[in-house]
């Protein structure tokens, strides 16, 4: 597995930035984080942001000489593709806030509590755990309620994933002249 990422110019692993947290949701506004890395650090908007290694939380939308804030993937209004299960079923994933998610998927699919939520990517990264599941007779649809399987209002320390350069073409093809 490794050998064929890195045979198409992926990394197994993307470089991960450890960042304290200075403002956690209970101080900062509308499902963010302050974090004490910035552009000193190589720090851009759009990376993603995770906990605990394999939990991805939000990703970094503003940035500051030696600081960021990271919008939460479960802040309301914000989405995420995800997959749920082991069947890996594509969905979207929106924030409710505090942690918690939405997903609305068709009801024939079976889906119970407990089934992970994961970002579609080379390595699984987490986004939650299907915590309840709302079916209706009048609906052709149902709803899955997702939380983060961690406390946003606890953690000192997240991380900040650093792409890596994609790998350098080996061969070329080159037309006679």
Known sequence: NIELKNALGRASEDPLLLARVLSRPDASPYDTLLVDVGEHNGVVSGMHVL???DLLIGEVVRVWKESALVQLYSAPGSSVPVEIGASSTPAVAHGSGGGMFRITV???MSISVGSSVRFPDLSPLYV?????VLRS???SFQTLFV???IGLFDGKFVYVRVPVEPAPVLFATTTPA
């Open 51 to 53: 906990s605990d290694g």
């Open 147 to 149: 939380r983060l399987p």
């Open 106 to 108: 068709p009801k024939g």
């Open 128 to 132: 939650g755990v299907v915590e309840g």
């Open 137 to 139: 007779e009048e609906s």
